[in-house]
């Protein structure tokens, strides 16, 4: 079946400092969606990639689909205390099936 | 602004017996999922839902799992037969629709303790 895969699984930053994690899928995926968890929370949308080589901002957040739509990556400018949380992409079929990846935890010290 | 909600927050029951986890989805939502995470784990997508029937399910749905939509608004899970390694938090998530756009808003979850 399909894999997603996250790296890194940790990430500690200075706040400020920069931050990405990348997702790779085992196959072609129809779309990639990234989602934010924040510590006792439950997975919050943030985007949906759905062209090869789209690029996407939201502020300080640039989100990549790779030109294969195998990769993706999520790139944090200047990070903040507020960005701390897990940060997930899934793959996502046609019929709606959704397989996450490990995600990807930050935490930002101030 | 519309939300997923799911209750109870907190499941706590014995070996073997059935739970059922509820949900009532974003009211104009025409699709519905079920997902679940082990402590510290990553999302575990169980089974997607739409006009009555089961679209998609993973390997982990097997035939303790059954999702059913009893009137126009709730969407429950139901485990037949607890095992302990059914312990999770069950988040419902539900979307307008799985192709082009398919934004999946997600409930606070129920977390699943079986003793």
């Known amino acids: 079946g399909q894999q997603v895969m996250q790296i890194p699984q940790y990430q500690h930053v200075q706040e400020g400092e920069d931050f990405t994690t990348y997702c790779n899928s085992s196959?072609?995926?129809?779309?990639i969606q990234w989602y934010k968890q924040r510590p006792g929370g439950h997975p919050v949308f943030l985007i949906q990639l759905v062209k090869s080589g789209e690029v996407k901002k939201q502020k300080r957040l640039t989100f990549q689909f790779g030109e294969a739509k195998k990769n993706s990556s999520l790139h944090i400018t200047a990070t903040q205390t507020t960005d701390v949380g897990t940060y997930f992409c899934?793959?996502?079929?046609?019929?709606?099936?959704?397989?996450f990846g490990d995600g990807t935890t930050l935490t930002v010290k101030p | 602004e519309p939300e997923v909600t799911q209750t109870p927050s907190h499941q706590v029951t014995q070996m073997g017996q059935e739970v059922i986890l509820r949900c009532v989805p974003i009211?104009?939502?025409?699709?519905f999922y079920w997902y679940r995470q082990i402590l510290g784990q990553k999302v575990e997508f169980l089974v997607s839902?739409?006009?009555?029937?089961?679209?998609?399910k993973s390997e982990i749905f097997d035939d303790q799992f059954s999702v059913e939509r009893p009137d126009g608004s709730n969407f429950t899970l139901k485990i037949r037969s607890t095992k302990l390694e059914d312990s999770a938090m069950y988040f419902c998530?539900?979307?307008?629709?799985?192709?082009?756009?398919?934004?999946?808003?997600f409930g606070p979850g129920t977390r699943l303790t079986v003793l």
């Open positions: 839902f739409y006009n009555n029937e089961i679209s998609e």
């Open positions: 196959t072609t995926l129809s779309n």
């Open positions: 998530a539900s979307s307008v629709q799985a192709n082009s756009y398919n934004e999946q808003f």
């Open positions: 009211s104009n939502h025409l699709y």
């Open positions: 899934a793959g996502i079929t046609n019929a709606g099936k959704s397989t």
